[in-house]
């Protein structure tokens, strides 16, 4: 990993629309419609040096969010000029960019260094790994967890909580995948509707069937090894 091109990035000239996040060089355009923030996304997919990277489009009403990378440290030489070549597109185009809508969410596993689960996050996550110490949605739209080493002289052995929706026909399965990750089930009294499970730190997490999942009172306790 090298500060390098993230540098490099930050430097270069004609990138105003441009801002780098957790996960790398990320920008929001504004447009008139759904139809044009559509027609950029297009027309931006057809660049070279996107198609098979990790570069993610969004688009949500009338404004289309580009992430070059899903991580910082994935930046390279040539997303400077991508960057320019897609702000040339949207300003052709009548789009409009916001760097104040730039934003990202992140979520921090911490724990001790010997404690450190990440391939239980994975699993009841259903996310991939990025780089050795975090994980992303494949979809690209939920947050990336990170895991944190706490300092060993803290007293403090984890902290965290997530809630991860499902439908009531993956919840179940979901659970069952992040056991055989090395997750413990903390409370299954409430399924098929929730489970609290946690990971070898106490770190806990709910998989729930919401909002279309089981009621309380439909009871089926999960049955685990």
């Known amino acids: 990993m090298s500060e390098q091109y993230w540098k490099e990035f930050l430097q270069a000239d004609g990138l105003e629309d441009w ?11 504004l447009t008139a419609s759904l139809g044009d923030a559509a027609e950029l996304a297009h027309k931006i997919a057809q660049l070279p040096g996107l198609d098979g990277t990790h570069a993610q489009l969004t688009i949500v009403s009338k404004s289309l969010t580009i992430r070059l990378t ?5 930046i390279e030489a040539e997303h400077v000029s991508l960057a320019r070549e897609i702000s040339k597109l ?7 960019a916001d760097t104040k809508r730039v934003q990202e969410v992140q979520f921090a596993i911490a724990a001790k260094p010997d404690a450190i689960d990440l391939e239980f996050w994975r699993a009841v996550l259903g996310y991939v790994p990025m780089m050795d110490d975090n994980a992303i949605d494949p979809l690209g739209v939920s947050s990336t967890v990170w895991m944190q080493d706490l300092d060993a002289d803290k007293p403090l052995r984890h ?17 069952e995948e992040a056991v055989k990750a090395g997750g413990v089930i903390v409370d299954a009294s409430h399924s098929p509707s929730w489970w609290i499970l946690a990971d070898r730190s106490g770190n806990k997490v709910c998989v729930v069937a919401w909002p279309d999942g089981a009621k ?3 009871k089926n306790p999960l049955q685990l090894p």
């Open 19 to 29: 801002v780098i996040l957790h996960g790398g060089p990320s920008a929001v355009f």
């Open 70 to 74: 899903r991580e910082i440290w994935k």
């Open 90 to 96: 949207a300003k052709s185009l009548g789009a409009v």
């Open 159 to 175: 902290a965290m909580h997530l809630d991860v929706s499902l439908s009531r026909e993956q919840a179940q399965a979901r659970v």
């Open 216 to 218: 309380a009172h439909d």
